[in-house]
């Protein structure tokens, strides 16, 4: 059964940091592009970041080019999320998902990530 | 950036009734969308990819078809299960979403 399991969502402040992490299990990890979408409180889904099985490729949405950096360790299972320069705008839920063709066929519970002072 | 509309924005209906949902893309995507289906306090679940294929495990009332910049979903008979947040997807260029439909019952 494929799993994603995410982690490190807390309050911080505007201007601080904030790694997430998301675990993953039941699948070939090493074989998928892997993803991070975000979902602000009461508002739409946005695609965050994304990386490639080798992560070698890294796209990310402009809004956090620059602030975000994602990773991934295979040899973990593990995907990540470094968030810097963090702004009130980043408060979302954050969610793993598993990249099939592009789209997500399987998504983890999500993380609340809030930025305020 | 690839602009996706969906209408309407609620759509309200009974058990037993026909949904037919809409995404129109500001550019062509080809087939490359998806839907989604969002529950409150949970994570989006994929109906649809590739704007007509049905995802492991959904139901066959949920369809996807169109191509370009239209399409639509449609759910045949809605269940008391269906009524939820419903949100259309790209990948031809990044990832955007529409701002979703939300299925209520009347």
């Known amino acids: 059964e494929v799993q994603l399991v995410e982690s490190g969502g807390g309050l911080v402040q505007p201007g601080g940091s904030q790694r997430l992490s998301c675990a993953a299990s039941?699948?070939?990890?090493?074989?998928?592009?892997m993803s991070w979408v975000r979902q602000a409180p009461g508002k739409g889904l946005e695609w965050v970041a994304n990386?490639?099985?080798?992560?070698?490729?890294?796209n990310y949405v402009d809004s956090v080019k620059g602030r975000f950096t994602i990773s991934r360790d295979n040899a973990k299972n593990s995907l990540y999320l470094q968030m810097n320069s963090l702004r009130v705008e980043d408060t979302a839920v954050y969610y793993c998902t598993r990249e099939y063709w592009g789209f997500g066929d399987y998504w983890g519970l999500g993380t609340l990530v809030t930025v305020s002072s | 950036e690839i602009v996706l509309t969906q209408s309407p924005a609620t759509l309200s209906l009974s058990p037993g009734e026909r949904a037919t949902l809409s995404c129109r893309a500001s550019q062509s995507v080809s087939s490359y969308l998806a839907w989604y289906q969002q529950k409150p306090g949970q994570a989006p679940r994929l109906l649809i990819y590739?704007?007509?294929n049905r995802a492991t495990g959904i139901p066959a009332r949920f369809s996807g078809s169109g191509s370009g910049t239209d399409f639509t979903l449609t759910i045949s008979s809605l269940e008391p299960e269906d009524f939820a947040l419903y949100y259309c997807q790209q990948r031809s260029n990044w990832r955007t979403f529409g701002q979703g439909t939300k299925v209520e019952t009347k």
């Open positions: 590739d704007a007509s």
């Open positions: 990386i490639n099985p080798a992560g070698s490729t890294k």
């Open positions: 039941g699948f070939t990890f090493s074989t998928y592009w």
